[in-house]
């Protein structure tokens, strides 16, 4: 996981630390390679990443969604979903969603979270708006190196509590990346650095907030940990339900129909006109 992380962190901090380098420790310009000491700083500034997650029993949970402005997609879906994500056809649900933003912020306040958020995902580094919330991350963990940076060159040892920062400026930036060749998924990601309960220790002595229980499944032989978000409040969020391609499409439109109709939900449907065969 690591290698996987300074693969895609380290170019990014290259570019970011190459062009600040007025920023720099007037030392630091006097480096004859800078390029192999931030692959070497940022080399251990992965590592203290998780170093420090695992010292603040802390383990990051990632939720996905698709996103698109295309009327036909929002429509009817997008085949390569359909065909990436389910077996044989399914359901796309649509959210609101301010109820999402809202569901968000109150589980924050109530469970015990290092950070969170809800953002689009960013496929490649030219997303340079200084709004955006990638952009802000990714300027973050460039200042992080910067000071790794200088405090190395200078002896000075990088502390506990800059290490913290660091964790949760590389966690939101590496949250928000992916390859460019998933860009057509357009997704968006609500992400959460949440605290594992163990017996005594608390991730915040005389808070309010609650420790999130963590729960396991197997998925093909690995053990994989979850958190259950939004428990019996999502389902007002919901908006529609898309029937996917399936040659059963029509029934199973009606089997929706009658559960939600049983259970006093009010929830449009529709189906795919993405045929099930071409």
Not at 205 to 229: C, E, M, Q, T
Request: glycine share 6%.
């Amino acid at each position: 996981a690591s290698d996987i992380a300074f693969n895609d962190i380290y170019p990014k901090v290259l570019e970011s630390v190459s062009t600040s380098k007025k920023k720099l420790h007037p030392e630091a310009l006097k480096v004859i390679n800078l390029e192999r000491e931030v692959r070497d700083i940022t080399r251990k500034a992965i590592n203290i990443f998780y170093e420090t997650m695992n010292r603040m029993d802390a383990q990051p949970f990632v939720l996905s969604f698709y996103g698109s402005d295309k009327k036909e997609v929002q429509e009817n879906g997008l085949l390569s979903l359909w065909r990436g994500y389910s077996s044989d056809g399914g359901y796309a649900i649509e959210f609101n969603q301010q109820d999402i933003d809202a569901l968000i912020k109150e589980e924050f306040s109530q469970f015990t979270h290092g950070a969170y958020g809800f953002s689009p995902v960013v496929y490649s580094p030219d997303d340079q708006s200084p709004t955006s919330e990638y952009y802000q991350y990714r300027t973050s963990v460039a200042r992080q190196a910067i000071d790794m940076i200088n405090a190395h060159l200078q002896g000075i040892p990088y502390s506990e509590k800059d290490a913290k920062e660091s964790t949760k400026a590389a966690l939101n930036f590496m949250a928000l990346s992916k390859d460019q060749g998933f860009k057509e998924e357009n997704e968006w990601r609500i992400w959460l650095q949440t605290y594992e309960e163990k017996i005594g220790k608390d991730p915040e002595p005389g808070s309010a907030r609650s420790i999130k229980p963590h729960f396991y499944r197997n998925r093909d032989g690995l053990i994989v940990p979850y958190i259950k978000l939004f428990e019996n409040k999502i389902l007002s969020s919901i908006k529609r339900i898309i029937v996917g391609p399936h040659i059963n499409k029509r029934l199973r439109y009606d089997m929706i129909m009658a559960y939600c109709e049983n259970h006093g939900l009010k929830i449009k449907l529709t189906e795919s006109k993405i045929p099930y065969v071409a």
